[in-house]
Antibody, heavy 123, light 110 residues
């Protein structure tokens, strides 16, 4: 069925790197913008990054700018989040989400979400 | 401190109408459309309202959204026990060049 499945989470030490993946199924992945959104334990949602349908434009939240990189491989129907220089405050459930717009700037909305993958940054 | 401001909690009894507010600024709500998300306990968020007042297919018409100036509101009429969840507003911010969420409102059905 139409779905997103995240993977790659785990426990990592501060300063190390981790790459998350999000596999899309049963829809034309290359037609949609894609987001990463995270939620720290017991906290609210925090938008992390967005990428245009064709990968040409990417935007990041201030807290991850310069450390995280969003990318996609439309031939593999997969979204990625490369996380470098991880900090304790990056500990969260990371959700990938599809935007109903191809280029979700100023308008759009995440209409399909994965189940999330947990990232814990701890020594 | 979230860019968009929501009350941390709201409550109502079954059948009542409740509203949840979302306050922003000219760079986000004042210039762009607002979305609302519902997050049931232990679940991923779900798009509830987009483009200020549009409901995705499958969302009951008990849920409605509105926007005026730099504020937005979510209204839930005929409150049901299954509406107990966290609700988040979101909008694009022209100054930050990215999406911003409200801090979330926990709705309790008494």
């Amino acid at each position: 069925q139409v779905q997103l499945v995240e993977s790659g989470g785990g426990v990592v030490q501060p300063g190390r790197s981790l790459r998350l993946s999000c596999a899309a199924s049963e829809f034309i992945f290359s037609n949609y913008g894609m987001h990463w959104v995270r939620q720290a334990p017991g906290k609210g949602l925090e938008w992390v990054a967005v990428i245009w349908y064709d990968g040409t434009n990417k935007y990041y939240g201030d807290s991850v700018k310069g450390r995280f990189t969003i990318s996609r491989d439309n031939s593999k129907n997969t979204l990625y989040l490369q996380m470098n220089s991880l900090r304790a405050e990056d500990t969260a459930v990371y959700y990938c989400a599809r935007d109903f717009r191809a280029a979700p700037e100023k308008a759009g909305g995440a209409d399909l979400w994965g189940q999330g993958t947990m990232v814990s940054v701890s020594s | 401190q979230s860019v968009l401001t929501q009350p941390p909690s709201a409550s109502g009894t079954p059948g009542q109408r409740v509203t949840i507010s979302c306050s922003g600024s000219n760079s986000n709500i004042g210039s762009n459309t607002v979305n609302w998300y519902q997050q049931l306990p232990g679940k991923a968020p779900k798009l509830l309202i987009y483009s200020n007042n549009q409901r995705p297919s499958g969302v009951p018409d008990r849920f409605s959204g509105s926007k005026s100036g730099t504020s937005a509101s979510l209204a839930i009429s005929g409150l049901q026990s299954e509406d107990e969840a966290d609700y988040y507003c979101a909008a694009w911010d022209d100054s930050l060049n990215g999406w911003v969420f409200g801090g979330g409102t926990k709705l309790t059905v008494l």
